[in-house]
C-alpha cells in the first residue's frame, strides 16, 4: 500500500498541468486567430465596483491604425445568448452587439469600466478589419505584441486590485491559515513528536494523519506565497500555485489511505500482530483490490480535474466530468461508511466502544461529504462566489475533520478499549477468516 501511495504521488509530480495564467496578460493579437474564430478571445475577468480598469499596452502602433484592431468586451450573460441563439447573427452582427469596444491607436490604452450593479464575468476578443472577411489574402499580417492588466477597485476605489471578484479574500483567508497552522505548530509540535517516538498503537495512523496535515499546511503555504505575488502582478508564481494543488492532491490521497487502512482489511489494532506493529495490512485478494482500485481511482479523477478545469484558483471546483465523478466517488465512501458503522452503533453495548465508533464517523463522514455538500450549498450563491465558498469551505471542513481524528487517537483510555476489537467489528472489514485474541 505505501507503494502505491509513492505511485500515485510520483504521478502527479510528472503528468501535471502548467500553471494558470494570471490577470496580467501577455501575448499577441493574431489577425489569422482572430479570423478562424470570429473574434480573438483573449481572457475573461470578474470584474465589479465604478472603477475597474482594463490597461492595455502595444508597441507596433503603425500595424494596430493599418489593420484598424480593436478591443470588444461582452458581458458573459449577454455573450452566452450570442452563442446559443438561433438567429445565427453574422460575424459583423456579433461584434457589433459588445457592451465595450476600443480602438487600440496609441501605445497605452485605459478602459474604465463602470455602473456595474453587481459583479460579474466580461469576456475580451480582439478583432480587425479583416476578422469578417472571407478572403484570407491579408489575415496574415503581423501580429501585434501586447501586455493587458485587469484590474479591481481596491478598499480606497482606485484600480489596483490584480484579484477578479471570484478571487477576492482569497489572499487574506491564506494568510489567516497559514498564521493559525504556524500557532498550532509552536503549541503542539512538540508533545505531537514524543507521541509518535513513544510508539504504541496509535503510532501509525498519527504518522499517516501527521503527513497529510503537514501536505495541507504545505499546500497553504505555497498558496500564500503565489496570491501574496499575484497581488502585485497580477501573475504571482504559478509554479507555487501548481506546487500548491500537488500538495493538496498527496494530502488527499493520504487521508483515503489512512481511512481504507482504518475501514477496509486494516484495523486500529490486530491482537493477532505484535505490539510494535500494531497496524498490518490484511492482505486478502479481495480486501486488497478494493483498496487498490479506490485509491488508484480517485489519483486518476484528480489529475484528471486539473487538466480539464484550466481556471485559476479553483481545484475544489466541479465543473469539469472528473469532478463530479470525484463527488460521486466520495459520496459512494461516506454511504458505505455510514452504514457498516450505524449497523454496529446499533447492536454495540458498550457506552466507550459506541463513542468510539460515532467519533470516528463524525471525522470520516465529514472528510467524504465536505465537498459534495459544499457544492450543493453553493448554488445558492451567485456565480462568483461559488468556487471560493467550495474552496474556503473544503479546507476548513477538512481541517476540522483531522482534529477529530487526531482527538480520537490520541485519547488513551478509549483508543485501548476500542483496540481490543477482533477486526471483523470495523466497517467494511474483509476478514482473511483469522480470529484474533484479547490482548492486555
Known amino acids: 500500500?505505501?507503494?502505491?501511495?509513492?505511485?500515485?504521488?510520483?504521478?502527479?509530480c510528472c503528468w501535471w498541468p502548467p500553471g494558470s495564467q494570471g490577470k496580467t496578460l501577455r501575448g499577441s493579437f493574431s489577425s489569422a486567430a482572430a479570423r478562424d474564430a470570429q473574434g480573438q478571445s483573449i481572457g475573461h475577468f470578474e470584474f465589479h465596483g465604478d472603477h475597474a480598469l482594463l490597461c492595455v499596452r502595444i508597441n507596433n502602433i503603425a500595424v494596430a491604425v493599418g489593420k484598424e484592431a480593436k478591443l470588444y468586451l461582452f458581458q458573459a450573460q449577454e455573450w452566452l445568448?450570442?452563442?446559443e441563439s438561433s438567429h445565427g447573427y453574422s460575424c459583423g452582427e456579433k461584434l457589433s452587439?459588445?457592451?465595450?469596444?476600443?480602438?487600440?491607436?496609441?501605445?497605452?490604452h485605459n478602459l474604465t469600466v463602470s455602473q456595474i450593479p453587481y459583479p460579474q464575468t466580461w469576456h475580451v476578443f480582439y478583432a480587425d478589419k479583416y476578422t469578417c472577411k472571407d478572403d484570407n489574402e491579408n489575415s496574415q499580417a503581423e501580429d501585434i505584441p501586447f501586455e493587458m492588466m485587469l484590474l479591481n477597485p481596491d478598499a480606497e476605489g482606485n484600480p489596483f486590485d490584480h484579484f477578479s471578484a471570484g478571487?477576492?479574500?482569497?489572499?487574506?483567508?491564506?494568510?489567516?491559515?497559514?498564521?493559525?497552522y504556524f500557532v498550532l505548530a509552536c503549541i503542539y509540535a512538540q508533545s505531537l513528536w514524543q507521541a509518535i517516538k513513544k510508539g504504541g498503537p496509535m503510532h501509525v495512523i498519527l504518522k499517516v494523519l501527521t503527513t497529510a496535515l503537514l501536505l495541507q499546511a504545505a499546500s497553504a503555504l505555497a498558496n500564500y506565497i503565489h496570491f501574496s505575488s499575484y497581488s502585485k502582478d497580477g501573475i504571482g508564481i504559478p509554479f507555487m500555485g501548481t506546487l500548491a494543488e500537488f500538495f493538496d492532491i498527496a494530502s488527499q490521497i493520504q487521508m483515503l489511505y489512512l481511512l481504507l487502512?482504518?475501514?477496509?482489511?486494516?484495523?486500529?489494532?490486530?491482537?493477532?500482530?505484535?505490539?510494535s506493529r500494531p497496524l498490518q495490512w490484511d492482505s486478502t485478494p479481495a480486501s486488497t483490490g478494493i483498496a487498490v482500485f479506490i485509491v488508484v481511482t480517485q489519483s486518476i479523477l484528480l489529475l484528471w480535474e486539473q487538466f480539464e478545469d484550466t481556471s485559476p484558483h479553483s481545484y475544489h471546483s466541479h465543473h469539469s466530468l472528473a469532478g463530479v465523478l470525484l463527488i460521486v466517488l466520495r459520496i459512494c465512501l461516506a454511504l458505505s461508511l455510514g452504514c457498516g458503522l450505524y449497523q454496529i452503533i446499533t447492536v454495540e453495548r458498550s457506552t466507550l466502544k459506541r463513542e468510539f465508533y460515532i467519533t470516528f464517523a463524525k471525522g470520516c463522514i465529514l472528510w467524504f461529504l465536505c465537498h459534495p455538500g459544499l457544492a450543493c450549498i453553493s448554488v445558492i450563491f451567485s456565480d462568483y462566489q461559488r468556487d471560493k465558498v467550495i474552496t474556503i469551505g473544503v479546507i476548513l471542513c477538512q481541517s476540522v475533520s483531522m482534529v477529530i481524528l487526531y482527538r480520537l487517537f490520541l485519547s488513551h483510555s478509549l483508543y485501548w478499549e476500542v483496540s481490543s476489537l477482533s477486526s471483523v467489528t470495523l466497517p467494511l472489514t474483509i476478514s482473511s477468516g483469522h480470529k484474533s485474541r484479547p490482548h492486555f
Request: proline share 0%; hydrophobic share 50%.
Open 1 to 12: 500500500m505505501g507503494a502505491l501511495r509513492l505511485l500515485a504521488v510520483s504521478l502527479a
Open 81 to 83: 445568448k450570442l452563442q
Open 97 to 108: 452587439k459588445a457592451q465595450l469596444t476600443m480602438t487600440m491607436n496609441q501605445t497605452e
Open 167 to 180: 478571487e477576492s479574500g482569497l489572499h487574506e483567508f491564506f494568510f489567516l491559515l497559514v498564521l493559525v
Open 261 to 275: 487502512s482504518l475501514c477496509m482489511g486494516w484495523t486500529i489494532v490486530r491482537m493477532k500482530k505484535s505490539q
